[in-house]
Each structure stands twice: as structure tokens, then as C-alpha cells.
């Protein structure tokens, strides 16, 4: 396959007329005068396109996207106790398998290629997740009150591993749904396997509050002290930390998944983003699930964790646009382990991005990246995973059909 005559992005500058040849799922060239070799005779017209490498969404619940304005304008717990729990109670593996589906419609409109995951019946999402053609980091949640679910994570993954597009993790819940010999065995599974492990950590104060009164320490110092932070650690929010918490997460590698239209709608906080910055830690973009959110749009997240940064410390020069650009795109690369990138050799998911729209004009080769990071809008027409087009000229094959099942799914849900 051979994306001709497309716009790319070159250290924050757009480059024009370039060619991207695509065999099998990887990239095999990039530059103006490239060849397609893999005799497929495939040729994409990117004229009036901007091409990116796929964006990675580094923290969410896809089939909880079923839950879509089942319940706002709630804080995390009683939100958790009073909505969602009790409506988990009933879910099945059908509800599982349209929330996901539908989830991926949304993400491969919105260009996002990879994403990680935590939730039940991870099979079902697993499965639901190939049929559409992403690739995703994927967790059977891991629960005290639920202890069947930590003797599924070893099968889960076993069933997994190895696979071109699923790859497993293992994901407890959090300090305050896990105990100590949960947190260990999960640790020891990913260890073992060489997995991510998965986790929500430090995301509102009354947590991080009610936790320190109970056990002395911030979650970040428990986890800390019981051994359990390292570079496969995928963190998500960490939105009330302290100065030693920040740099714990920085010297062990930990990546943060920030979530911050979640944090804002759930007022959960602001996180730290520039200790954590200055620390040197990590820092991806997350959407969190489509009930707290409520979309699963990452150019939606960069601009509102650009502009939120920017207000909470009066300071209009933090967090430029290329270094949120690099949240959703490379910081995710790294945390996940992740061969991408435009180049030649990394694997081919990539999003075609329509530049004749209102929110890219005008348009020099300079304000490229301002135009992606702050105008939230994206544009992606075209979604390319593996080599694989899933979305081609903005038609994703059999929409109307989970459109109508994930209805379905969710009236049954509510009567049952
Ligand atoms: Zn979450």
C-alpha cells in the first residue's frame, strides 16, 4: 500500500508531498520519492491529507462507553456506589461485547490506534476488539470483593499472549479495592509473564486521605514500600500527590495516565503534571471510560490538559503544544513498549487526517502542531491499524450495526 503525495509532521514542522509505503503491518519507507514493494498496488491519494502515527489511549473501560450518560455531575463515589457498581452487578459478556464495539467505533473515528484497559470479561473484549482491528493492552480487573476475578487473570493470559493485536496486562484495581497479598500475586503475574501492570492510583483526595489515616502512608509510598512500583507500572490519574510521591513515580519509572477531562467532570482535581514534568516521569494521555468523560477523543484530551495546566498555575507557557502532542504519541509508545512512529521498520497504525477544515486554516508549517493539540476538533478520515484500514474516507464497515445492538444492549441492561 502506498499513502501518496501526504503531509507529515518532521520536528514539529509540516512536511508536504511525502510518500508512506505500508507492507503488510509494517512501514516500510517514508520520503518524497518512495516506492511501494509490496506489489499489493494499493495507493492512497493523500493530497489534501496529514498523516500521523496512531494515538495511544493510556487508560480506559471501553465497554463502559454502554454507560454513556447513565450518570452525571456525580463525585467518584457515590457515582461508583449508587450508579455503576450496581448496574456492573448485571452486566454480561454481550453488554461487554457491544460497549466495546461501540468504543471502538469512537476511538477509530478520533485516530486512536492502541489503547489499555481494564474491566470484566476480558475475553469478550478481546474478541470484539480484533473483529474491529485495534490493538490494546488489556486487563481482567482484579477486586477483593470479586476474588473469582484474580484466578481469571493467569488463563487470560495465557489465552493472549503472543497475539498480534491483544496484548494482556494485569490489572488490579487500586490500594483501596486490593489488599497487600492481591497487589503482590498481581505483581509477581506480571513479573512473570513480563506484562504492564495496571492500575488507578492516588485519583481523589478523600482516597488519598481516608488511606494515609489508615495506613500511614500515601498510596504511592505503600505501593512503594511493598515493592511493587517499577517501569511496568501504567498509573492512571495519580491526581493528589505529594512531593515525595511525585518522586517516587519519577525514580521508579512509573507511567502516569492522565485523564484529565474525567478528573475535571468527577472534580477530582488537577493533577501535578508539572512536578511530575520536572521529575522526569512519564506522562500519557487517558480517556478514562465513556461514563466519566464522556467520549473517548484524545485531541478533546489534549487541549483540555494544555489549557487546565495553564490556568491552575497562571502560567500560559507551561505545557506547549508539542509536548502534549507527545503525551498522546511517544510518551505512550515508550509506556507501552510500542514499535510506531512514521518511519521505516515501525509497525504501520496510522491516522489520515483531513487539513482542509475550518479548524486547520490558515495553515503555515509552523502551526501544524497548535492546530492538532488546540483546536480539540481532529479530522481523522481514514484509520489504518497493522496495515489494516479499519476506516477508510470516514466509513467504518458494519457501523450502523453496532450503533443498533449497543442500543439494544443497554435497553436490556436497564430492564434486567
Ligand atoms: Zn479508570
Avoid at 509490496?38 to 471501553?62: F, Y
Amino acid at each position: 500500500m502506498l499513502v501518496k503525495d501526504v503531509s507529515i509532521m518532521k520536528g514539529g514542522r509540516l512536511l508536504r508531498d511525502q510518500n508512506i509505503a505500508i507492507d503488510g503491518p509494517r512501514i516500510s519507507g517514508v520520503g518524497p520519492g518512495i516506492k511501494d514493494e509490496s506489489g499489493d498496488g494499493e495507493v492512497i491519494d493523500g493530497r489534501r491529507m496529514l498523516a500521523i502515527p496512531g494515538l495511544v489511549n493510556s487508560h480506559t473501560h471501553l465497554a463502559m462507553t454502554l454507560f454513556r450518560g447513565y450518570a452525571d455531575d456525580m463525585e467518584l463515589l457515590p457515582w461508583l456506589e449508587e450508579k455503576i457498581w450496581p448496574l456492573e452487578a448485571k452486566l454480561t459478556a454481550e453488554d461487554v461485547r457491544w460497549g466495546t464495539k461501540l468504543g471502538c467505533l469512537e476511538m477509530i473515528r478520533g485516530g486512536i490506534t492502541c489503547y489499555n484497559d481494564m474491566y470484566y470479561f476480558m475475553d469478550e473484549t478481546a474478541r470484539a476488539t480484533k473483529e474491529m482491528g485495534l490493538r490494546a493492552f488489556l486487563a481482567e480487573v482484579v477486586f477483593d470483593m470479586r476474588p473469582d476475578q484474580i484466578e481469571g487473570v493467569e488463563p487470560f493470559i495465557r489465552r493472549w499472549k503472543g497475539d498480534g493485536l491483544i496484548v494482556p496486562a494485569v490489572g488490579p484495581h487500586a490500594v483501596y479495592t486490593c489488599s497487600e497479598e492481591t497487589l503482590h500475586r498481581s505483581r509477581e503475574m506480571a513479573e512473570e509473564h513480563d506484562l504492564l501492570l495496571h492500575i488507578h492510583l492516588s485519583e481523589t483526595r478523600s482516597e488519598v486521605e481516608s488511606f494515609a489515616k489508615s495506613c500511614g502512608k500515601s498510596p504511592v509510598e505503600y505501593l512503594d514500600s511493598i515493592g511493587f512500583l517499577s517501569d511496568r507500572v501504567v498509573a492512571a490519574h495519580c491526581t493528589w500527590l505529594s512531593e515525595k510521591d511525585v518522586s517516587i513515580i519519577a525514580d521508579r519509572g512509573v507511567t502516569v495516565a492522565h485523564c484529565s477531562i474525567s478528573n475535571h467532570k468527577l472534580a477530582s482535581g488537577i493533577a501535578p503534571l508539572d512536578r511530575l514534568a520536572r521529575a522526569g516521569a512519564n506522562i500519557c494521555l487517558g480517556t478514562d471510560g465513556a461514563s466519566s468523560n464522556n467520549s473517548l477523543n484524545l485531541f478533546q484530551e489534549m487541549k483540555t490538559t494544555a489549557i487546565a495546566q495553564k490556568c491552575a498555575h497562571s502560567r500560559p507557557d507551561l505545557f506547549g503544544a508539542g509536548e502534549i502532542w507527545r503525551m498522546a504519541t511517544e510518551n505512550g509508545y515508550r509506556a507501552f513498549r510500542l514499535d510506531l512512529g512514521l518511519s521505516a521498520g515501525a509497525l504501520a497504525d496510522l491516522a489520515l487526517i483531513d487539513l482542509r477544515k475550518p479548524w486547520f486554516a490558515p495553515l503555515t508549517e509552523e502551526n501544524i502542531v497548535s492546530h492538532l493539540v488546540y483546536s480539540g476538533h481532529g479530522g481523522v478520515e481514514t484509520t489504518i491499524v497493522d496495515g489494516d484500514i479499519l476506516m477508510w474516507d470516514g466509513v467504518i464497515p458494519g457501523e450502523e450495526e453496532i450503533l443498533d445492538r449497543a442500543q439494544e444492549q443497554f435497553q436490556d441492561l436497564l430492564t434486567r
